[in-house]
T-cell receptor, first 113, second 113 residues
Framework: GAGVSQSPRYKVAKRGQDVALRCDPI?????LFWYQQALGQGPEFLTY????????KSGLPSDRFFAERPEGSVSTLKIQRTQQEDSAVYLC???????????FGDGTRLSIL | AQKVTQAQTEISVVEKEDVTLDCVYE???????LFWYKQPPSGELVFLIR??????QNEISGRYSWNFQKSTSSFNFTITASQVVDSAVYFC??????????FGPGTRLSVLP
């Protein structure tokens, strides 16, 4: 597609449920990033992939967060046993190379009740 | 550790006024990139500019201009003759070769008609 596509756009889950967020990057982009953006704050880095390799996961807040990109294209961010503090917008970005500008999707707004 | 500070939380100007958004960064890396992104109410982050740490030339793009000063670790952004459509949250960001990507907290700009 022309841009980074994220789904769902909105997700509401009950505390304790597992959720999966999808990111479809720009075709051909090798680098893929996940960010968490709390209300009124800047995006915070979660994890980074180069093709299918997860090169940096230092930003994942706990072992409940897991990301994968098995074929080097679509990526999924999974959150297990969700907590209220997980409520945020989750942004995905891709770039043609590591140091190139990142192109962002519209994000998934996650609300945990 | 890398850090980006945007001291101005919110700025309001009247249309056609000039406005400067401040960005101060901290890094121990000698090679790094600086970015500005715009986040309109729709939520998608839009890339505006990327600067390499070795290139201190100021840049102008239409009504936008950027002043990069390594001596003061600043990368300020000026909008000339502001318009209502410029209303958004603006983020300054710093990265070292695409890793350790750090965003500032953002400055909310409101341009009043």
């Amino acid at each position: 597609g022309a841009g980074v596509s994220q789904s769902p756009r909105y997700k509401v889950a009950k505390r304790g449920q597992d959720v999966a967020l999808r990111c479809d990057p720009i075709s051909g982009h090798v680098s893929l990033f996940w960010y968490q953006q709390a209300l009124g704050q800047g995006p915070e880095f979660l994890t980074y992939f180069q093709n299918e390799a997860q090169l940096d996961k230092s930003g994942l807040p706990s072992d409940r967060f897991f990301a994968e990109r098995p074929e080097g294209s679509v990526s999924t961010l999974k959150i297990q046993r969700t907590q209220q503090e997980d409520s945020a917008v989750y942004l995905c970005a891709s770039s043609s190379a590591q140091e190139q500008p990142q192109h962002f999707g519209d994000g998934t707004r996650l609300s945990i009740l | 550790a890398q850090k980006v500070t945007q001291a101005q939380t919110e700025i309001s100007v009247v249309e056609k006024e000039d406005v400067t958004l401040d960005c101060v960064y901290e890094t121990r890396d000698t090679t790094y990139y600086l970015f500005w992104y715009k986040q309109p109410p729709s939520g998608e982050l839009v890339f505006l500019i990327r600067r390499n740490s070795f290139d201190e030339q100021n840049e102008i793009s239409g009504r936008y201009s950027w002043n990069f000063q390594k001596s003061t670790s600043s990368f300020n952004f000026t909008i000339t003759a502001s318009q209502v459509v410029d209303s958004a949250v603006y983020f300054c960001a710093l990265s070292h070769y695409g890793q350790n990507f750090v965003f500032g907290p953002g400055t909310r700009l409101s341009v009043l008609p």
